[in-house]
């Protein structure tokens, strides 16, 4: 078996796992809400422009998309159903990166993360 049909028997596991079809039920519930996509949709690109700004400005975050981003946080999480899917996407988001790790210490690649002072 080449490294790419491993690769993608991997995705196929993953996507059929109870937290993948989880994700999906909760991605749904959340986004059925006209309301809760449009600020969803606009939480999420904050949230990547913020990481992008952390990259690419020496830790520099524009005040007034940070202060949006907080805004924005703070009400989808009142809403349960926004509050369970975001929950389960960054528990989802930190097994994706746990596996990466395994891969990349297999081989033999360092992505070591400075650590929060």
């Known amino acids: 078996m080449n490294i790419y049909d491993t690769a993608n028997t991997l995705a196929a596991e993953i ?3 109870d937290e993948c079809i989880r994700l999906a039920e909760l991605r749904d519930r959340a986004y059925a809400d006209e309301t809760n996509r449009v600020l969803l949709d606009e939480y999420k690109r904050l949230q990547v422009n913020l990481q992008m700004s952390m990259v690419g ?3 520099q975050m524009p005040t007034e998309d ?3 981003f907080q ?3 703070s009400l ?3 809403n349960a159903d926004v509050q369970a899917y975001l929950l389960a996407e960054m528990q989802m988001q ?3 990166a746990d596996i990466f790790k395994i ?5 033999g ?3 070591d993360l400075p650590e929060n002072s």
Do not use: D, H, N, V
């Not at 891969?103 to 081989?107: D, F, G, Q, R, V």
């Open 109 to 111: 690649i360092r992505f």
């Open 66 to 68: 940070m202060q949006r």
């Open 15 to 17: 996507k059929k796992s």
């Open 76 to 78: 989808l999480y009142m």
């Open 57 to 59: 400005a020496a830790g």
């Open 103 to 107: 891969l990349t210490e297999a081989a």
């Open 71 to 73: 805004q924005l946080a």
């Open 94 to 96: 930190k097994t994706l």
